[in-house]
């Protein structure tokens, strides 16, 4: 299982670090909401140990949270 989540994991950070390849002709407000929901998708699966649900919960809470702070 661990294999997995740690599959899980680098693949997640991956496309993380891909998509902020795409973030140079975004505003600052695009950007920051890009890297929250890439945060908060990180961070929601860890902390639900790689759960599908807390992962898209994570990219969802972090990508608002990123949207709100930069306004």
Excluded: P, Y
Excluded at 14 to 37: E, H, P, R
Excluded at 40 to 57: F, I, K, M, R, Y
């Amino acid at each position: 299982m661990k294999t997995i989540q740690r599959f899980t994991f680098s693949t997640l950070a991956a496309a993380v670090l891909f998509g902020f390849g795409g973030c140079s002709g975004m505003s600052s407000q695009d950007k920051n909401t890009a890297i929250g929901a890439g945060a908060g998708a990180v961070g929601g699966a860890v902390l639900t140990g790689g759960s599908a649900v807390g992962t898209v919960g994570g990219a969802v809470v972090g990508g608002v949270i990123g949207h709100e702070v930069s306004k």
